[in-house]
């Protein structure tokens, strides 16, 4: 099997869909009370890791006008065409984006961030 660090970006994304949709057709109602918790710690600290990359990532999209030369006016659009996402929430996550590129400290630690970073939770976890 091949190490991550092979793996094209596409084959990551799938692997991590892949592994998700494994774990959630367990189901959850016959598992060991550790199990339960387990599935909650490691499922907040991916949906913070998920939702900085996303930020970070749609603000790469929004610098270098990606959406625009894609026929969007705004990344949002682009977001919303492609994912049914909420064009206010993608706003924000460019602005967010776009202002933990502007400090690096933070950005280098942001992809360690353990928490949901929406509503400035990750600022107060990083000070």
Do not use: K, N, Y
């Given at each position: ?65 990606i959406a625009k030369d894609l026929g969007y006016r705004t990344v949002a659009q682009m977001v ?6 909420d064009p206010k929430e993608t706003r924000a996550d460019v602005r967010l984006g776009r202002w ?28």
């Open positions: 099997m091949e190490t991550a660090s092979e793996l094209s970006t596409e084959q990551l994304l799938c692997r991590v869909g892949s592994d998700l949709e494994t774990l959630a057709g367990r189901g959850l109602s016959f598992r060991a009370p550790t199990e339960l918790v387990a599935v909650i710690d490691a499922g907040v600290r991916l949906r913070a890791q998920l939702d900085s990359l996303i930020a970070m990532t749609v603000a790469e999209v929004d610098r270098f006008g919303g065409d492609h994912t049914g996402a933990v590129d502007d400090f690096e400290i933070f950005a280098a630690a942001w992809a360690g961030v353990s928490t949901d970073f929406r509503g400035g939770q990750a600022a107060v976890w990083l000070l």
